[in-house]
Structure formats: C-alpha cells, structure tokens
C-alpha cells in the first residue's frame, strides 16, 4: 500500500521552531513534486511550500517566507520542512501532497496538528 505520512506537528510558543517530515511507503519520492498545505478551522486550504523532485526549485507562500525552509532527502523517501519563528496564525493542520506526470499519480497524508500558543 502506497501512502504518506506526515510527522513531527505539536505544540509550540510564539517564536519557537518545528520541523514536519512526510515520508512516502510502497512508493520512492524520486519524481514527485512536493507540496506542504495547511488548513485552520474554518478556513480554506492554503499552499505553504513547493518542491521540485531534484529539490531544484522551491517556492513558498509569502506569509511564510523568510520563516520555513522545505527540503528533500530522495534518498529517504522524506521531504522536510523547518518551521522558525512560528506564529498563532501558523496554527493548522499541515498536509503532504506528492505528483507525479508520469504517470500521473497523487498522494496526500493524513495531516499533522501545529499548535503555537502561548
């Protein structure tokens, strides 16, 4: 069975640092596109951050840049992204999304909860 699966959320004060992994099983991360959203109730899903499959390009939203950093590891199959000076409106559940072209192939993980309160 192919999935993702995303790690490392919790709870974090205003100004500290979390780093999220997805991780892909029954399947290499190789020639997936990466992208990290994020949804907070009652809100709409947002786009975070992008990553070409060699790790070439990287995009990010602007109410996080300068803030997080994605990252790949193909080796391991994991995409990472670093979460600095967080704030309570970072506050979602992040999920993982990989794309492939071919063949066209989609996955998302199940969300892990990002809590920064004080």
């Known amino acids: 069975q192919s999935q993702l699966v995303e790690s490392g959320g919790g709870l974090v004060q205003p100004g500290g640092s979390l780093r999220l992994s997805c991780e892909a099983s029954?399947?290499?991360?190789?020639?997936?596109?990466v992208a990290w959203f994020r949804q907070a109730p009652g809100k709409e899903r947002e786009g975070v951050s992008y990553i070409s499959n060699t790790g070439q390009t990287t995009n990010y939203a602007d109410s996080v840049k300068g803030r997080f950093t994605i990252s790949r590891d193909n080796a391991k199959s994991t995409v990472y992204l670093q979460m600095n000076s967080l704030r309570p409106e970072d506050t979602a559940v992040y999920y993982c999304?990989?794309?492939?072209?071919?063949?066209?192939?989609?996955?998302w993980g199940q969300g892990t909860q990002v809590t920064v309160s004080s």
């Open positions: 029954g399947f290499s991360l190789d020639i997936y596109t």
């Open positions: 999304n990989a794309e492939s072209i071919k063949p066209p192939m989609n996955y």
